[in-house]
C-alpha cells in the first residue's frame, strides 16, 4: 500500500506526527512518500530520498496553482493508494482539484487544528467552516486529534460518517540525554514551545511574575517566530531562565529534570507537549482552553486554570508541593501508557488507511 503524505510548512508538531506514521517497522506492507514545501520545512527524514519530494513554495495566494501542480505531479508519478492530507493548506491544494478532476485512491485528511476554532473574527470563522465543509466532501476520512476538535467538525455540519477520533500518539520508548542542571532547591516549571499567541507565553511571563513564591523557577525552551505577534524579550531573572530552541531529540533531558510542565495556550487542537511530559513522568498544568482539558484528570496527573481568571493560575502555583508533583507524575506516566502510545495511534490510523471500522 503506497501512502503519500502531503504538507505545506512541515514542521514542529506537524513533522513529529508524521515522524511518528513513518515508523511501522510490523506494517512492511505500507510504503510511505512525503512531499512538502522545501521553505519552512523539516529536511531530516527516515525516508529513502527517492521517496521524499519538495516543491518551491512560500504562503502567498499566488502561489497556490504552482504548490497544486507540483503536488499532482508527484501523485501522477507515485499513483498511491492512499494520499494523507496535513494541516489546512495542505488539505486545500489536494482536495480542491479533485472538484474537477477523477478520484483514483482514498483521500484522508487532518486539519491538525481547525482554522474555524482559532482566535479570528467571526466572519472569518464562518468562511474557514464552510470551506472545510465543502472540502469534505471530496475526502474519504478525517482525522480529529482529539475530541474537542472531533465535537467543532460534528458542529460545522462534516458528515459523522466521515470523522474519526485518533488521539496523537509518541513512542513510549524514552531519550538517553542525561538530565539538564536546573535551579537547586526550587520546583522547576517548564514551558515548550513558539513565542505566538496561541502557545500563550506572554500570558505565563506576565502571571508568573505574580506569583510572590520565590522558590518556583520557570524554565522556558523556543523562540520567538516571524509573524504578527508580541516580541518576547528573552532575558533571564533569577526566576526565569530562556534556554531558546533545543534540539527535539534533547528535550528529554529537561523533562526529565523538571517538577511538571506548564501550558498556557490560548488555542490547541491537541496538546502534544503535555503527552511528552507524561511520557517522562511528569504532571502538566495546562489552561482550559482547546482540547488541554482533555489531557488532565485534576489533582491526579495536573491541574487546569481558567484562562480567563489569570488568579486562578496564580493559585495553582501558590499551593505547589513537590513531593504530590512527584506523586502525580507517577499517574501521568500510567495514563500517558494507557491513551497516548503511538502504537495505538498507529494501529488505528492504518485502519483508516484500509476503509475498515472505527478501532
Same mark, same amino acid.
Given at each position: ?7 505545506? =510548512? ?19 506492507? %505500507?510504503?510511505? #512518500? ?20 519538495? #516543491?518551491?513554495? !512560500? ?11 507540483? $503536488?499532482?505531479?508527484? $501523485? !501522477? ?5 492512499? %494520499?494523507?492530507?496535513?494541516? &489546512? ?19 484522508? #485528511? ?8 482559532? /482566535? ?13 465543509? +465543502? ?21 460545522? @455540519? $462534516?458528515? !459523522?460518517? !466521515?470523522?474519526?477520533? +485518533? ?20 520546583? /522547576?516549571?517548564?514551558? +515548550? ?6 502557545? @500563550? %507565553? ?18 522556558? $525552551? ?18 526565569? &531562565? ?11 533531558? =529537561? ?93 488505528? &490510523? ?10
Amino acid at each position: 500500500m503506497k501512502v503519500l503524505h502531503v504538507g505545506e =510548512y512541515v514542521q514542529g508538531g506537524v513533522a513529529t506526527y508524521i515522524r511518528t506514521l513513518l515508523e511501522h517497522p510490523d506494517h512492511a506492507e %505500507i510504503e510511505d #512518500y512525503l512531499v512538502c514545501s522545501d521553505y519552512n520545512s523539516d529536511h531530516n527524514w527516515k525516508l529513502p530520498e527517492n521517496r521524499i519530494y519538495y #516543491y518551491s513554495y !512560500k504562503r502567498m495566494l499566488r502561489n497556490i496553482p504552482d504548490a497544486i501542480r507540483a $503536488i499532482y505531479h508527484v $501523485i !501522477k508519478q507515485i499513483k498511491p493508494d492512499v %494520499i494523507y492530507c496535513h494541516s &489546512t493548506w495542505a488539505g486545500l491544494f489536494v482536495r480542491l482539484p479533485l472538484f474537477f478532476l477523477p478520484k483514483h485512491c482514498r483521500v484522508i #485528511y487532518n486539519a491538525h487544528g481547525w482554522a474555524f476554532l482559532r /482566535n479570528t473574527t467571526n466572519l472569518k470563522k464562518k468562511l474557514y467552516a464552510l470551506i472545510e465543509l +465543502v472540502l469534505s466532501t471530496r475526502t474519504d476520512a478525517i482525522i480529529n486529534v482529539s475530541g474537542y476538535e472531533y465535537k467543532a467538525a460534528e458542529n460545522a @455540519g $462534516i458528515s !459523522k460518517k !466521515k470523522l474519526y477520533l +485518533v488521539y496523537s500518539g509518541i513512542s513510549s520508548v524514552k531519550g538517553e540525554t542525561p538530565p539538564v542542571h536546573l535551579p537547586k532547591g526550587v520546583i /522547576n516549571l517548564l514551558f +515548550v514551545g513558539r513565542f505566538d499567541a496561541p502557545k @500563550g %507565553i506572554d500570558y505565563l511571563l506576565e502571571n508568573f511574575s505574580k506569583c510572590k513564591r520565590k522558590d518556583i523557577h520557570l524554565s522556558v $525552551i523556543g523562540d520567538n517566530v516571524v509573524g504578527d505577534s508580541e516580541k518576547i524579550p528573552m532575558v533571564n531573572t533569577d526566576r526565569v &531562565t530562556f534556554c531558546g530552541w533545543v534540539p527535539h531529540n534533547q528535550l528529554d533531558g =529537561y523533562y526529565k529534570s523538571c517538577d511538571a510542565v506548564i501550558m498556557p495556550s490560548r488555542w490547541e487542537a491537541f496538546g502534544l507537549v503535555g503527552v511528552e511530559a507524561m511520557k517522562y513522568g511528569r504532571p502538566i498544568i495546562v489552561s482550559n482552553r482547546g482540547a488541554l482539558p482533555e489531557l488532565v484528570k485534576v489533582g491526579e496527573n495536573g491541574y487546569i486554570f481558567d484562562f480567563e481568571h489569570p488568579e486562578s493560575l496564580i493559585q495553582i502555583l501558590d499551593k505547589l508541593d513537590k513531593r504530590n508533583l512527584c506523586r502525580m507524575g507517577m499517574k501521568a506516566e500510567s495514563v500517558f501508557l494507557e491513551k497516548y502510545r503511538s502504537q495505538k495511534m498507529l494501529e488505528e &490510523t492504518f485502519l483508516i488507511y484500509k476503509g475498515g471500522d472505527r478501532a
